[in-house]
């Protein structure tokens, strides 16, 4: 069945560090790729998205590229602030409407 | 825009009571709205389906008569754990779809149940 696996957290990281949250999954077919991001006491948003092989997915400084070689969409960004830590989660849709989620990567920033 | 609410965000029982969660659109029409259940470290784990006026689809292994879900209009659903046991104790959360695609979900923030 459809899966994804993503990095154990939770990552601790000072700010203006570079973020690295890897994610990979197994899906048949060729699924759509997301991250999502959690902020305390809100729900999950969107944060970047992307539909085939090689397109990248960006929002906010963040980015991921759809590797469909290496079944993987690591979240990057350049430079974290304090104001991204929040849990960020990975996950797939393929073929269908349905969301396959990854476990969560707790990300902390200090400043 | 696209906010959904969760209520209540925290809730404590006694076991074989049950509780009853609601998830509302605040400011878009939800013909399909979503129930997840998650425990601790680990992902979002789809329960149902949830189609207004219309009976909702339960995923593999879900017990639908224990967890009943109503979607009475286009900007509620309901979820009620019937006759809740301790090993009921989870993080329910919900989404409401504002259109076709899976990535127009917009998620409410959260229900903790704790079955005593």
């Known amino acids: 069945g459809n899966s994804v696996t993503q990095m154990e957290g939770p990552v601790t990281l000072s700010e203006e560090a570079f973020l690295t949250i890897n994610c990979t999954y197994t899906?048949?077919?060729?699924?759509?790729l997301f991250w999502y991001v959690q902020y305390p006491g809100e729900g999950l948003q969107l944060l970047l998205k992307?539909?085939?092989?090689?397109d990248k997915g960006s929002n906010k400084g963040f980015e991921a590229t759809y590797r469909k070689e290496t079944t993987s969409f690591h979240l990057e960004k350049g430079s974290v602030q304090v104001s991204d830590s929040a849990v960020y989660f990975c996950a797939l849709s393929a073929g269908g409407n349905k969301l396959v989620f990854g476990a969560g990567t707790i990300l902390r920033v200090k400043s | 825009g696209a906010v959904v609410s969760q209520h209540p965000s925290r809730v404590i029982c006694k076991s074989g009571t049950s509780v009853k969660i609601e998830c509302r659109s605040l400011d878009f029409q939800a013909t399909t709205m979503f129930w997840y259940r998650q425990f601790p470290k680990q992902s979002l784990m789809l329960m149902a389906t949830s189609n207004e006026g219309s009976k909702a689809t339960y995923e593999q292994g879900v017990e639908k008569d224990k967890f009943l879900i109503n979607h009475a209009s286009l900007t509620l659903s309901t979820l009620t754990v019937t006759s809740a046991h301790p090993e009921d104790s989870s993080f329910y959360i919900c989404?409401?779809?504002?259109?076709?695609?899976?990535?127009?979900?917009?998620f409410g923030p959260g229900t903790r149940l704790t079955v005593l």
């Open positions: 899906a048949t077919g060729y699924p759509s």
């Open positions: 989404s409401a779809r504002a259109g076709l695609a899976a990535d127009t979900q917009y």
């Open positions: 992307a539909t085939k092989a090689d």
